[in-house]
């Protein structure tokens, strides 16, 4: 399959008039488009896109297949089956393969019906993005999301939850480190679940056997804390306390010095915040955000897709968010595969156009650096060498 388009965005460089040559699960050339044409045999299928720009195919770091993005995920999630869980979870994964994105981090589900359904992408018997799991997340009894079968009492039933996890396909581990809204009754947001020590144990379980580790903070004590236990990304990090925000700056340059990459996992409707929030407190945590956007910090893209009305065609929507805040639009495609694919381990396999790496194309029509929006008006999608047309 020879791919040709008006533009070429490899994660590297630019390049006008480009084409990518894919053979198939990878690709076996990318560069101009004489050069490439050159290496590509006659009989070649040749797609042309002469007013569109080729990208690599797009990264959601935080997504959750389990849930629908309905009023009530966690009910209508309690109330399904296990199978019919996972023909909706099929579902979602097509929907967000259809809209460009290429591989998907799920940072929790039930029973590692995501851990299953990435085994049936891979193998072909479903359509859908490269799937990193992380199957239970590890939360104490009664904890975040304690209803995802993840509960642990101590140092060994954690230790335990990751064997089991890595075993059933896990390629990350996921930790609540503080609370959250999605649990009703459960710690509140800001508040820590685990210590520095505690989370330690589950950095070195998870090291040990060459996964990541993703921990959701929104609180500022389970961010420091989590900093100290080494972990790889952390998710939301909207620096809570009882009562308000505190970005503590010690803790922010240790986030950078570590190279721990930060999914902020904004919803798709995140101009709906205010309404929510207030206006003055969404002010304060869009500030928060540009800030570590402004210091350095390693982010990347995530929707966390699957909560109340995060749906999973909304990534695009969610990268205007950055937008908003001034975040060159470079840095953000940046954050949604390169700097992705780093933070969920793929990196030598996805997130840039290059020979040897998957096949995971995106072509959209219009540039992308002149306009975000382009990334959604999706002309093609090849996820590891397979075409989807745009629907």
Same mark, same amino acid.
């Given at each position: 399959?020879?791919?040709?388009?008006?533009?070429?965005?490899?994660?590297?460089?630019?390049?006008?008039?480009?084409?990518?040559?894919?053979?198939?699960?990878?690709?076996?050339?990318?560069?101009?488009?004489?050069?490439?044409?050159?290496?590509?045999?006659?009989?070649?299928?040749?797609?042309?896109?002469?007013?569109?720009?080729?990208?690599?195919?797009?990264?959601?770091?935080?997504?959750?297949?389990?849930?629908?993005?309905?009023?009530?995920?966690?009910?209508?999630?309690?109330?399904?089956?296990?199978?019919?869980?996972?023909?909706?979870?099929?579902?979602?994964?097509?929907?967000?393969?259809?809209?460009?994105?290429?591989?998907?981090?799920?940072?929790?589900?039930?029973?590692?019906?995501?851990?299953?359904?990435?085994?049936?992408?891979?193998?072909?018997?479903?359509?859908?993005?490269?799937?990193?799991?992380?199957?239970?997340?590890?939360?104490?009894?009664?904890?975040?999301?304690?209803?995802?079968?993840?509960?642990?009492?101590?140092?060994?039933?954690?230790?335990?939850?990751?064997?089991?996890?890595?075993?059933?396909?896990?390629?990350?581990?996921?930790?609540?480190?503080?609370?959250?809204?999605?649990?009703?009754?459960?710690?509140?947001?800001?508040?820590?679940?685990?210590?520095?020590?505690?989370?330690?144990?589950?950095?070195?379980?998870?090291?040990? *056997? /060459?996964?990541?580790? !993703?921990?959701?903070?929104?609180?500022? +004590? $389970?961010? &420091?804390?989590?900093?100290?236990? #080494? %972990?790889?990304?952390?998710?939301?990090?909207?620096?809570?306390?009882?009562?308000?925000?505190?970005?503590?700056?010690?803790?922010?340059?240790?986030?950078?010095?570590?190279?721990?990459?930060?999914?902020?996992?904004?919803?798709?409707?995140?101009?709906?915040?205010?309404?929510?929030?207030?206006?003055?407190?969404?002010?304060?945590?869009?500030?928060?955000?540009?800030?570590?956007?402004?210091?350095?910090?390693?982010?990347?893209?995530?929707?966390? *897709? /699957?909560?109340?009305? !995060?749906?999973?065609?909304?990534?695009? +929507? $969610?990268? &205007?968010?950055?937008?908003?805040? #001034? %975040?060159?639009?470079?840095?953000?495609?940046?954050?949604?595969?390169?700097?992705?694919?780093?933070?969920?381990?793929?990196?030598?396999?996805?997130?840039?156009?290059?020979?040897?790496?998957?096949?995971?194309?995106?072509?959209?029509?219009?540039?992308?650096?002149?306009?975000?929006?382009?990334?959604?008006?999706?002309?093609?999608?090849?996820?590891?060498?397979?075409?989807?047309?745009?629907?």
């Amino acid at each position: 399959m020879l791919i040709t388009a008006g533009r070429l965005l490899t994660g590297d460089a630019e390049i006008t008039d480009g084409a990518v040559l894919v053979q198939g699960k990878s690709i076996v050339a990318v560069g101009p488009r004489a050069q490439v044409e050159a290496q590509a045999d006659a009989a070649v299928e040749r797609l042309e896109f002469p007013d569109s720009t080729i990208v690599p195919g797009l990264i959601d770091a935080h997504v959750h297949l389990v849930f629908d993005a309905g009023a009530d995920p966690v009910a209508t999630m309690q109330e399904t089956s296990d199978e019919d869980l996972l023909a909706g979870m099929r579902k979602r994964a097509e929907q967000l393969l259809g809209t460009g994105v290429t591989t998907a981090r799920d940072l929790g589900d039930r029973g590692g019906l995501a851990l299953r359904l990435a085994h049936e992408i891979a193998e072909g018997r479903s359509s859908g993005p490269r799937i990193i799991g992380a199957g239970a997340p590890v939360t104490p009894v009664g904890g975040h999301c304690w209803f995802l079968g993840g509960e642990v009492s101590d140092a060994d039933g954690a230790r335990a939850l990751i064997q089991r996890n890595l075993a059933a396909g896990a390629r990350v581990v996921k930790v609540m480190a503080g609370g959250g809204g999605l649990t009703k009754g459960g710690a509140a947001s800001w508040q820590s679940q685990f210590g520095a020590e505690e989370l330690a144990v589950v950095v070195q379980e998870a090291h040990a *056997a /060459g996964a990541k580790v !993703a921990a959701h903070a929104h609180g500022t +004590q $389970a961010i &420091a804390d989590a900093v100290t236990a #080494g %972990v790889d990304s952390i998710e939301h990090c909207t620096w809570m306390t009882e009562d308000g925000f505190d970005l503590r700056r010690d803790v922010l340059d240790q986030i950078i010095e570590k190279g721990i990459h930060v999914c902020p996992a904004v919803s798709p409707h995140w101009q709906m915040l205010p309404r929510f929030f207030g206006e003055e407190k969404a002010k304060t945590m869009f500030d928060l955000v540009r800030q570590m956007a402004e210091a350095g910090v390693r982010l990347v893209a995530g929707t966390d *897709a /699957g909560v109340q009305r !995060a749906t999973f065609d909304g990534l695009v +929507q $969610a990268l &205007a968010f950055y937008e908003h805040l #001034g %975040v060159p639009r470079e840095r953000i495609l940046t954050m949604a595969t390169t700097e992705a694919a780093m933070a969920l381990g793929v990196d030598q396999e996805t997130g840039r156009l290059a020979p040897g790496y998957a096949a995971d194309v995106l072509v959209v029509s219009g540039n992308p650096l002149e306009d975000l929006s382009a990334l959604s008006r999706v002309e093609m999608v090849v996820a590891r060498g397979q075409r989807r047309e745009a629907s």
